[in-house]
C-alpha cells in the first residue's frame, strides 16, 4: 500500500480559494433577496425604557422591523450551549443564556435591540438610524476583581451577586505539600481580553422556499448539525426541511462555535416570516461588540518546591470573565484548571474558581481556550523559581516532565470533556532537547546572548513548553463513496475554516483506497451531505473526523475486496487498490478499476443479493474514549529596542508532537497560524474597556493584528507520539500554535532585560505597556 | 475624560458673562450647531453636527446650566446623543476678572462618551476636543472684541464667526500637527533627501552641457 498519510502534499482547495471561486456566504445571492441591520446599544448597561420604530417602518424600502416586544412569544432566551459539569462536587451555576434580542435590560454594548429588514443594507443600515430607543444607563461593571463587591451592580438582577460559578477542584493535599516546601512562590498574574480577529466577519444567509416547506440557510459556523438542530427546533420544524451549509469560511478561532447567536435564530426566523430570502452579514466594527472574544483572568497562585526544583503543589484562586452571560458554561476555565500543572507532574493541586458577569461581551473559547492562562500562570512560576533556586529554566522544566513511563497519566481535574483528564501518552524530553538543539539553546546562553550583550544589545532568549488537549468527543461521522466515474466522494458533518481537510481527509481515504488524493472530493459542513456530529473546535478535526473517515475507508476498501474477489475470481488477500484499480498481486493484466467496479455494485438489471447493500459506500463513527493529549516546545530569540520598547523576533522554533502527521505542510501552517495569534495576544492584542464598559479600540486602526512585520519565519521539528486511543494515532495541533506564546515572550524579555530584574505577571503586553513596567522598575532602582 | 483648561478673554468679566450666556453666540461660536433653543430659563436644547476623525453625524443634545452665580461661575451638564454614539458631561466654568481688565475662564469637567466616538474615534478624541474648544473659544472671543468695539465706537464691527468648514480645518490642522511633530525627524529626512536629489539632477544635467 504506497504511504500517502504524512506526505506533503499540496491542498485540494487552493486553486478554487486563490482564483476566487470558492462560495464564502457573502457570496450567496439569491433573487428578491432582502438584507437585514441590527440596531445595537452604546451603552454597556441600560434599561430600555421605550422604542419607537413608527419612522423607521415608514422609510420606503424598509420591509420589517422587530423589537423584543415585536417577537411575542417567540422571544425565548439561549438556548445553552453547554450545561456545567454534573460530576463536580458542591459546583455553583448559574445559567443565564444570551437573548434574541434586548427585551427589558442592555447588558453590554453592541448587543442588539432591534433587527430592521429592508429591499437593501443601505436602506436597513438608515432605518436603523430611524429607530427612536429611550435607553436609561447605570453603573456598569467591568472589572471583573470588582464585579463580586457588595455595592457591584447586578448584570442580572434576580440574582444575589454577580457570581456565575463557582467550583473547586483538588488532587492529593496541597496545604501539606506547602508545610513541607523549602520554597513557595506566590504571584498575582493578570490576562486581559482578546479578540479572535477572523479575516471573514460572520454572516448568515437563508432562504424558506414555501413550494417545499424547505428552510436553506448559509452559515459562518463552525457547528453546521447543532444550528441545523437548533433552527429546527426553534422554528417549529423537523429537522429535514433544514438544510444548513456552512460553506468556505475564513477562519473560526473558535467564536464561531457558538450556538446559537441571536442572529442565527432571528435571522431564518424572519426569512421564515417573510417568506423572502434575508441576507446578514456582520460588518468589521459589529465584530467587536457581537462576536464572542476571550482570556480575561485574575490569578492569585502559588507554587510549593523542594530546594533541589521538584514542584511539590501548585494552588491557585482565580477569577474569570464570563461577561454578560454564560450560554458556553464552564468551558473555558476548565481548560485553565486542567492547564495549570502544564506538562509537569504535579502531585497536589488546589483550584478555587470564580466565573463573574459583566458587562461585556460575552466570552466563548479562542483558539487556546483557557489553556493560554493556565500554561501562562505554570510557567511563570517555573520561571521566578528557577531564578530563585538558581536553576537553569530549562533543567527545572526537565526536572519535573511527566515521565514517558507514567502514561496513561490520571491528573485527576475534571476538564472540559465533564471527565477526570487523562493524557494519554506522551514523551516530553526529547521534544524539547530538539528545541533546545534547533534555537541553540547551550551556545546563546554561554556565548552568543553575552557577546551581544557586551556590544550594548538587549537580546533575550525564552523556552516554555506546553500541553494541549484535542480531540475529544463525542463523536463524528463520513460516509464514502466509490462513483461511477471511479472518483471518491466523502461527506463528513465538522465545518472547515481553513484547515485542509479537504486535503488531509483525501489523503487518509487515498491511501486505503488506492487514488490519487486529487480524486477524493470531501464534502464538509452541509446537513445534506451528512447530518451527524458536533463541529470543528478543540483541535478535534484531524482526530475524530480523521478516525471516522479511516473507519468508513476501511469498510468501503472491505467493499470494494469482496466484489472484486468475486469478480476478478481470486481471493481477497491476492488484491492490490491501486492507481484507482484492483489488481490480481503479480498477474498486473487481471483487473478492474473502481468506477467499473462502482457500476457492478449498482445493477440496473438483476437482483443485488440478499443481505447485501447497493453501491460501494460506507457510512462509520468514531468517539474517542478520552482526548489526546499533544505536547510542544516553543523557543525563540528576541531584540528590545530600548527607546521604542518594540520588539524584534530574531529566531522561533516549535517543536510540536501531534502523534501521526496527516500532512506536515498544513499541520505547519497551523502552527505558523497558531503562532501569529499567539504574538498577538503577547504583544499586540488586547480590548481596552473604560470603566463604563465602552470598548475603546473597536477598529483594526486601534486594536493590532499582527502583520507580515511582526510575525518571523518560524521553524517547525516535530515529534511523532502515536495516540494509542484512535487508529490513526492522531492528535489535534489547531491550537498548539497559540498556546505558549503570552509565556514565551515573558521569559524572553526579562532575559532580555537582565538589569531590571522585570518580572512579567501580565498578558497581554504592548510597547507602550513594556515601556511603563520598565519606568517601574527604574524607578524603584 | 477630563477637560481642564484656561483662557483669557480680551473683555470685561460682565460683557464675556453675557457672552457664554446668549445661546445665539453659543451657536456661532460651535458652528457644528444646527439649532439651539432655550426650553426654560436654564436649559437649552439643540442639534449640533460633530466630526472626529472617521466618525461623525449629527448628536441631540440637551444643556443645561446650574449653580449660576452672575458673573462669576456656573455649572453646565451637556447630554447628547445621535449616530456617532452618546455623550454626557459636566463642567465647572469660572470667570475671573484680570488687572488689566481681562477676563480668565477656567474650566474643569469630566466627559463620558459611548458608542462609535468611543470606539473608533478614542484615539482622536483628546486632541479633538480640545481642539474644538480652543476655537470655540477663540470665536467667542472675537465676538466679544465686536461688541465691545462697537459699544466703544457707536458703530458695530463686522463680526464674522467661522464657517463649519472653516471650523473643521483648523480641528483638522490641530490634529494633523499633533501628529506631525512626533514624526519631524521624518520630515527633516525627507527634506534633506529631496534637496540631495535636486543638487543631483542639477549636477548630472551641468555636467551634461
Same mark, same amino acid.
Not at chain 1, 156 to 163: A, G, K, T, W
Not at chain 1, 659 to 662: A, D, E, F, S, V
Given at each position: 500500500m504506497p504511504k500517502i498519510i504524512g506526505e506533503r502534499i499540496k491542498r485540494n482547495e487552493d486553486p478554487r480559494l486563490l482564483t476566487g471561486e470558492a462560495l464564502f456566504v457573502d457570496d450567496v445571492s439569491i433573487p428578491g433577496m432582502l438584507h437585514a441591520a441590527f440596531l445595537r446599544s452604546d451603552y454597556a448597561h441600560a434599561y430600555l425604557r421605550s422604542i419607537d420604530t413608527s419612522a423607521a417602518r415608514e422609510r420606503p424600502g424598509v420591509v420589517a422591523v422587530i423589537t423584543a416586544q415585536d417577537m411575542g412569544d417567540e422571544w425565548q432566551p439561549g438556548p445553552p450551549l453547554v450545561s456545567p459539569p454534573p460530576t463536580v462536587k458542591g459546583v455553583v451555576f448559574h445559567s443565564r443564556p444570551q437573548v434574541p434580542l434586548v427585551k427589558d435590560k442592555v447588558r453590554h454594548a453592541g448587543e442588539a435591540i432591534a433587527l430592521v429588514v429592508a429591499e437593501s443594507r443601505y436602506i436597513a443600515e438608515d432605518a436603523v438610524e430611524d429607530i427612536l430607543v429611550d435607553l436609561d444607563p447605570i453603573d456598569a461593571v467591568v472589572d471583573i476583581e470588582k464585579a463580586l463587591h457588595p455595592d457591584a451592580p447586578l448584570v442580572?438582577?434576580? =440574582?444575589?451577586?454577580? =457570581?456565575a460559578a463557582h467550583l473547586i477542584q483538588q488532587r492529593g493535599d496541597y496545604a501539606a505539600a506547602r508545610a513541607r516546601a523549602d520554597v513557595v512562590i506566590k504571584r498575582k498574574i493578570v490576562i486581559d481580553r482578546g479578540a479572535a480577529g477572523a479575516m471573514e466577519n460572520r454572516g448568515i444567509v437563508a432562504d424558506w422556499d414555501a413550494k417545499s416547506q424547505h428552510l436553506t440557510v448559509w452559515d459562518t459556523t463552525q457547528a453546521p448539525i447543532p444550528i441545523r438542530n437548533g433552527i429546527a427546533t426553534r422554528l417549529g420544524l423537523s429537522e429535514s426541511q433544514v438544510r444548513v451549509i456552512a460553506p468556505f469560511i475564513g477562519g473560526g478561532f473558535g467564536p464561531k462555535m457558538m450556538m446559537h447567536y441571536p442572529e442565527e435564530i432571528l435571522i431564518p426566523w424572519i426569512a421564515v416570516k417573510l417568506g423572502r430570502p434575508v441576507k446578514w452579514i456582520e460588518d468589521r466594527h459589529e465584530n467587536f461588540f457581537a462576536t464572542t472574544q476571550e482570556r480575561t483572568q485574575v490569578h492569585e497562585a502559588e507554587i510549593a518546591l523542594t530546594k533541589d526544583g521538584r514542584v511539590l503543589g501548585v494552588s491557585h484562586n482565580f477569577l474569570h470573565d464570563s461577561g454578560a452571560y454564560d450560554p458556553y458554561g464552564l468551558t473555558i476555565p476548565l481548560n485553565t484548571q486542567s492547564h495549570v500543572m502544564g506538562a509537569y507532574d504535579v502531585p497536589n493541586y488546589y483550584s478555587d474558581l470564580k466565573v463573574v458577569f459583566t458587562n461585556k461581551t460575552l466570552t466563548t473559547p479562542i483558539r487556546g481556550a483557557g489553556r493560554p492562562q493556565g500554561i501562562f500562570v505554570i510557567e511563570r512560576l517555573l520561571d521566578i523559581a528557577a531564578k530563585e533556586l538558581g536553576i537553569d529554566p530549562v533543567e527545572i522544566r526537565m526536572r519535573n516532565f511527566i515521565h514517558p513511563d507514567a502514561f496513561p497519566y490520571q491528573r485527576e481535574i475534571i476538564d472540559q470533556a465533564f471527565a477526570p483528564l487523562i493524557l494519554d501518552s506522551g514523551n516530553y524530553k526529547p521534544v524539547l532537547e530538539k528545541a533546545a538543539t534547533m534555537i541553540g539553546y547551550d551556545r546563546f546562553v554561554k556565548e552568543e546572548g553575552p557577546r551581544l550583550r557586551a556590544e550594548g544589545r538587549h537580546v533575550g532568549i525564552g523556552l516554555v513548553s506546553f500541553i494541549e488537549t484535542t480531540g475529544v468527543g463525542p463523536y463524528e461521522g463520513a460516509r464514502i463513496t466509490v462513483e461511477a466515474s471511479g472518483k471518491i466522494r466523502v461527506a463528513t458533518g465538522v465545518g472547515t475554516q481553513g484547515q485542509g481537510h479537504f486535503t488531509s481527509f483525501a489523503q487518509i481515504v487515498a491511501e486505503q483506497l488506492g487514488v490519487g488524493v486529487e480524486d477524493v472530493h470531501v464534502s464538509t459542513g452541509d446537513t445534506s451531505e451528512f447530518h451527524w456530529g458536533t463541529g470543528t473546535f478543540a483541535s478535534r478535526g484531524a482526530v475524530v473526523a480523521g478516525n471516522a473517515i479511516h473507519a468508513s475507508a476501511l469498510a468501503v476498501r472491505y467493499k470494494i475486496l469482496k466484489l472484486a474477489s468475486k469478480v476478478l475470481e481470486a481471493p481477497e488477500e491476492e488484491l492490490e487498490l491501486e492507481d484507482g484499480q484492483v489488481r490480481v498481486a503479480d498477474i498486473p493484466n487481471m483487473s478492474i478499476s473502481l468506477g467499473e467496479l462502482a457500476l457492478l455494485a449498482n445493477p440496473l438489471r438483476g437482483a443485488v443479493e440478499p443481505g447485501t447493500e447497493p453501491g460501494l459506500e460506507a457510512t462509520a463513527y468514531f468517539g474517542p474514549q478520552y482526548g489526546a493529549a499533544a505536547f510542544g516546545v516553543h523557543a525563540m530569540i528576541l531584540e528590545v529596542d530600548p527607546e521604542t520598547m518594540m520588539v524584534e523576533i530574531k529566531r522561533y522554533v516549535v517543536v510540536e508532537d501531534c502523534?501521526?502527521? =496527516?500532512n506536515p505542510m498544513i499541520l505547519e501552517g497551523q502552527i505558523h497560524g497558531g503562532v501569529a495569534m499567539g504574538i498577538g495576544n503577547a504583544f499586540y492584542e488586547r480590548l481596552v474597556f473604560d470603566e463604563n464598559g465602552q470598548l475603546l479600540n473597536a477598529s483594526l486602526a486601534d486594536y493590532l493584528i499582527p502583520t507580515a512585520s511582526e510575525v518571523p519565519r518560524i521553524e517547525v521539528g516535530h515529534e511523532e507520539t502515536r495516540s494509542p486511543l484512535n487508529p490513526l494515532g492522531t492528535k489535534g495541533a489547531g491550537e498548539a500554535g497559540t498556546i505558549p506564546v503570552p509565556a514565551l515572550f515573558a521569559q524572553a524579555l526579562e532575559n532580555a532585560l537582565p538589569d531590571l530584574n522585570l518580572e512579567i505577571l501580565e498578558m497581554p503586553l504592548s510597547p507602550n505597556r513594556l515601556f511603563e513596567l520598565v519606568q517601574e522598575k527604574e524607578r524603584d532602582k | 475624560m477630563k477637560l481642564v483648561g484656561e483662557y483669557t478673554f480680551d473683555g470685561p468679566r460682565e460683557e464675556v458673562w453675557k457672552l457664554i450666556r446668549d445661546p445665539e453666540v453659543l451657536s456661532t461660536a460651535l458652528p457644528g450647531t444646527q439649532s439651539l433653543e432655550q426650553v426654560s430659563e436654564n436649559e437649552y436644547q439643540g442639534e449640533m453636527n460633530v466630526r472626529v476623525g472617521p466618525v461623525g453625524g449629527v448628536f441631540m443634545g440637551r444643556l443645561t446650566v446650574s449653580d449660576e452665580v452672575p458673573p462669576e461661575s456656573l455649572t453646565m451638564t451637556v447630554e447628547g446623543k445621535g449616530k456617532p454614539g452618546f455623550l454626557n458631561g459636566s463642567g465647572h466654568v469660572q470667570l475671573i476678572a484680570q488687572e488689566d481688565g481681562r477676563t480668565l475662564m477656567k474650566y474643569d469637567g469630566e466627559v463620558q462618551i459611548g458608542g462609535r466616538l468611543a470606539s473608533v474615534g478614542q484615539r482622536l478624541i483628546d486632541t479633538a476636543s480640545k481642539s474644538i474648544i480652543g476655537q470655540a473659544l477663540d470665536t467667542l472671543n472675537q465676538a466679544s472684541k465686536a461688541r465691545l468695539s462697537a459699544q466703544v465706537t457707536g458703530q458695530a464691527v463686522e463680526y464674522k464667526p467661522p464657517s463649519e468648514t472653516e471650523f473643521a480645518a483648523s480641528v483638522a490642522k490641530d490634529m494633523a500637527g499633533e501628529v506631525f511633530s512626533s514624526s519631524r525627524l521624518i520630515w527633516i529626512g525627507v527634506a534633506v533627501l529631496i534637496i540631495i536629489i535636486i543638487l543631483a539632477i542639477f549636477l548630472i544635467s551641468s555636467g551634461g552641457s
Open positions: 442580572h438582577e434576580d =440574582l444575589e451577586s454577580n =457570581l502523534g501521526t502527521i =496527516l | -
